[in-house]
């Protein structure tokens, strides 16, 4: 149950478009599509950004998109704003029937 | 509106247990897989246990495996993480999160494992 990489900080200016990667193995992130995304602001509960690899909730910016190819899954940002800086920390079922999470990237918005 | 509350957080000494909980409101508790998330102080999200909608099915974190125990209660509307022989490094808030994308998180309860 290693936990995914994921760089450990991105950053990027207002309106700039950024990319967090999440790599796995074919046991999670490359074997299934239930790849999801989460942001953090500091001292609240995580929110969920993406699912099933590219599915927006409902109220969720279309600003946020997410891919997958192979074992590497990638949420975009794009338009930063100053409220994007937060934690985001993406999430994969694997083939143990657990959850696995990345390890955090801290995004600064200049 | 849909609402996750845990509780039965604090401080317990290293080798003790703790019992959190987890009350949903708000939708039909009965219907959803939900889980347990941690967070240790600064650090990141680890998933510690989920369990299915009747609580048949349970599965554990490597690291907890053993010394956790996840039910519900579908009558109460409540989860629970009975939580044994505590060490140092389960201290984190726990968070509980509902359904097999943790669309909805409850607000956390800190257990600090300390002597």
């Known amino acids: 149950q290693s936990a995914l990489t994921q760089p450990a900080s991105v950053s990027g200016s207002p309106g700039q478009s950024i990319t967090i990667s999440c790599t796995g193995t074919s046991s999670d992130v490359g074997g299934y599509n239930y790849v999801s995304w989460y942001q953090q602001h500091p001292g609240k509960a995580p929110k969920l950004m993406i699912y099933d690899v590219s599915n927006r909730p409902s109220g969720v910016s279309n600003r946020f998109s997410g891919s997958k190819s192979g074992n590497t899954a990638s949420l975009t940002i794009s338009g930063l704003q100053a409220d994007d800086e937060a934690d985001y920390y993406c999430s994969s079922y694997t083939n143990s029937n657990t959850r696995v999470f990345g390890g955090g990237t801290k995004l600064t918005v200049l | ?115």
């Not at chain 2, 957080?9 to 039909?28: D, K």
């Not at chain 2, 219907?31 to 990141?44: E, I, L, N, T």
């Not at chain 2, 690291?63 to 201290?91: C, H, P, W």
């Open chain 2, 1 to 115: 509106e849909v609402q996750l509350v845990e509780s039965g957080g604090g401080l317990v000494q290293p080798g003790g247990s703790l019992r959190l909980s987890c009350a949903a409101s708000g939708f039909t508790f009965s219907s959803y897989w939900m889980h347990w998330v941690r967070q240790a102080p600064g650090k990141g999200l680890v998933w510690v246990s989920h369990i299915n909608s009747d609580g048949s099915i349970t599965t554990y974190a490597d690291s907890v495996k053993g010394r956790f125990t996840i039910s519900r209660d579908n009558a109460k509307n409540t989860m629970y993480l009975q939580m044994n022989s505590l060490g140092v490094e389960d201290t984190a808030v726990y968070y509980c999160a509902r359904d097999q994308w943790y669309a909805y998180w409850g607000q956390g309860t800190l257990v600090t494992v300390s002597s």
